[in-house]
């Protein structure tokens, strides 16, 4: 039972356009959400987090999106880069340690 | 060091064989993780340690795992009997704080990972 989904397992976008990642979660007790970036051969990098107080975040090209009705946060990424390409995951907690993740979804950013 | 290591990155062995994976947190972080990634899968949370104490075994998936932590500082996770389906990478983490009372648990950061590769 996957708790938390990420239904693309891949995305392709041009340098400099918009990428948008999405994420959805079943579980409502959910009330902390968290955007990992992984390169190869590399562990997880926290990107971005945000509370379930709030419906968005913003730190620099980065904007994580939560919508609680629809149980779905998205990533957005503006303007993409290169250097962007990676795995992206998201993780959701219920105001515990325990992080759920999803099965990533991995960028290409096209020069 | 400035980030959290693991070592060995990439481990092979033979069905039945024992392993040790080593986790060196960052300095002054409480808290560690350990979670597993299987091919195609997230990252599978496995046992939390606060200091050296273990509150949360939940994840290992059988007795044939353990994992210790010594001085609050480096964790072993050993892996007894190993079979194929225990191939994955094992993914230490560590946050400065981890799970206190009544406030947001904190940011967990994550080495880079060891590839066991079980024949």
């Known amino acids: 039972d996957q708790q938390v989904k990420q239904n693309s397992p891949s995305l392709s976008v041009q340098e400099g356009r918009i990428s948008i990642l999405n994420c959805d979660y079943t579980?409502?007790?959910?009330?902390?959400f968290l955007w990992y970036k992984k390169y190869p051969a590399e562990g997880p990098t926290f990107l971005i987090s945000?509370?379930?107080?709030?419906d968005k975040n913003e730190d620099g090209r980065f904007t994580v999106f939560l919508n609680k009705s629809a149980k779905h946060l998205s990533l957005h990424i503006v303007p993409s880069q290169p250097g962007d390409s990676a795995v992206y995951f998201c993780?959701?907690?219920?105001?515990?340690?325990?992080?759920?993740f999803g099965t990533g979804t991995r960028l290409k950013v096209l020069a | 060091g400035a980030g959290v290591s693991q070592s060995p990155s990439n481990k092979v062995t033979e069905k039945g064989k024992d392993v040790e994976l080593r986790c060196d947190p960052i300095?002054?972080?409480?808290?560690l993780y350990w979670y597993r990634q299987s091919l195609g899968q997230g990252l599978e949370f496995l046992i939390y340690?606060?200091?050296?104490?273990?509150?949360?075994k939940s994840g290992l998936p059988s007795d044939r795992f353990s994992a210790e932590r010594t001085g609050g500082s480096v964790s072993t996770l050993t892996i007894q009997r190993t079979q194929q389906e225990d191939s994955a990478v094992y993914l230490c983490?560590?946050?400065?704080?981890?799970?206190?009372?009544?406030?947001?648990?904190?940011?967990?950061?994550f080495g880079p990972g060891t590839r066991l590769t079980v024949l």
């Open positions: 300095s002054g972080h409480t808290a």
């Open positions: 579980n409502s007790m959910f009330d902390y």
């Open positions: 993780a959701a907690s219920s105001g515990t340690y325990k992080y759920i």
């Open positions: 945000i509370s379930s107080i709030k």
């Open positions: 340690f606060q200091g050296n104490s273990a509150p949360d």
């Open positions: 983490a560590s946050s400065l704080e981890g799970a206190t009372r009544g406030h947001r648990t904190d940011t967990q950061y």
